[in-house]
């Protein structure tokens, strides 16, 4: 919003060769470029001055002249045709008639510009004694600032921001979206009474950025926003083992140079996550994170960062193999016993192969015979020597 200031000093009353310079609306009025402005000039005793003679004049600056800026003598003034009003105020510069009858002679100046700033004079020179107002105006050029990204990586953006031709100097700052001004590094000129701005800062994060600018003198404060995307994936977490015994392992997951922070777990096969100790440090701006916990069975154990801001995760496993010593001695003796029994098998079923064929045959003791038939053995008899005679 364009703001208009209108500061008075205390009532100074000091005498000025034979006249009186009054300090009634002396002070400072505050535009930005491009405004209008009412410039006070009144009488105290509201006489009516329609036909008194009043001039208003800006005083001189630097290398420039004084100007004339609105002559008025009993109905003749510069706006209805008499000569002599500085080319700059031509066709810019009103009064109020009717505001004449109350000893008004304010005047209004349209379409400010910051070169109208200076000291301006309001003279009655035939009043008796003579007075004169005196008031200052700044004029204030206020330009939206421009910004940009002058350079970026995966991990950061130099942001630039350019405040030109600006009077009052303005004061120029970068801010984060939570309103904390940034670091940066400002270069300033001045031309033709202008200031020309330059702001640096280097961002790490993805934000909404904003450039400000404020002209206190002026009450302006006007800003350009900028939104950055740094695309600073995490890279691949680094896993290993830092010791073991026969029943756990200690693991540690190490994220280096994340932005932005990550959230890093350790995650079980099943997904399940596991109680850890986490470090984190911060270093230029980036963050590096140790992840370490402890595991007792055999698994393959996965640790996985993510960047919730960039939409970013990625992970690396590493399979544990827990050697617990009672859990080893049973795996063992199950391995063989069924080894045996996979030995035995095998015997039992040659051994009735050879038999079947002939190639084995199975003396049974003579001793046995009165307990079972002569013919159980009478066949494997034959077959062991059958040239053999056979007892009666």
């Known amino acids: 919003m ?14 000025v060769l034979s006249g009186i310079t009054l300090g009634l609306g002396q002070g400072v009025i505050s535009v930005t470029e491009g405004s209008e402005v009412v410039l006070p000039c009144s009488l105290s005793t509201k006489e009516n001055i329609e036909f008194k003679l009043f001039d208003w004049k800006k005083a001189a600056q630097k290398d420039q002249p004084r100007k004339e800026v609105f002559f008025y003598d009993a109905g003749d003034h510069y706006n209805n045709g008499r000569e002599g009003q500085s080319e700059e105020f031509k066709g810019r510069v009103f009064f109020s008639q009717d505001e004449l009858k109350q000893g008004n002679a304010s005047i209004t100046i349209r379409n400010t510009k910051w070169t109208d700033s200076g000291n301006y004079t309001c003279d009655f020179p035939r009043l008796q004694p003579p007075q004169r107002f005196q008031i200052e105006l700044i004029v204030g050029a206020a330009p939206k600032p421009h910004v940009s990204i002058l350079d970026e990586t995966d991990d950061w953006s130099l942001l630039q921001c350019e405040v030109r031709g600006a009077f009052p ?84 997951c190490e994220v280096l140079g994340a932005l932005p922070k990550p959230e890093v777990e350790w995650r079980d096969s099943s997904g399940n996550k596991l109680p850890s100790d986490e470090t984190t440090t911060e270093r230029d701006g980036k963050f590096y994170v140790t992840l370490n916990t402890t595991v007792d069975k055999t698994d393959k154990y996965r640790c996985v960062s993510t960047q919730t801001t960039i939409n970013h995760q990625i992970y690396s496993e590493i ?61 494997s008899e034959k077959l062991q020597d059958p040239e053999t005679p056979r007892e009666l």
Do not use: M
Request: hydrophobic letters at 35%; a positive charge; one cysteine or more.
């Open 2 to 15: 364009f703001g208009v200031k209108l500061q008075f000093n205390s009532l100074c009353l000091c005498l």
């Open 169 to 252: 100097k303005p004061e120029v700052e970068w801010r984060g979206s939570s309103g904390n001004k940034l670091p940066s590094v400002e270069t300033t000129t001045e031309r033709d009474g202008k200031f020309y701005v330059t702001l640096n800062t280097t961002v790490y994060k993805t934000d909404k950025y904003r450039c400000v600018s404020t002209q206190t003198t002026i009450n302006h404060q006007i800003y350009s926003e900028i939104h950055v995307v740094i695309s600073g994936a995490a890279p691949k977490p680094h896993v290993s083992i830092l010791d073991e015994t026969t029943g756990w392992s200690l693991l540690q």
């Open 319 to 379: 399979h544990v193999v827990i050697s617990d010593s009672n859990t080893g001695w049973i795996v063992g003796l199950v391995v063989l016993s069924s080894v045996v029994s996979s030995i035995l098998v095998v015997a039992g079923v040659l051994l009735t192969v050879l038999v079947s064929k002939g190639c084995l045959s199975l003396n049974c003791n003579k001793d046995d015979k009165k307990r079972r038939p002569l013919d159980d053995c009478s066949q």
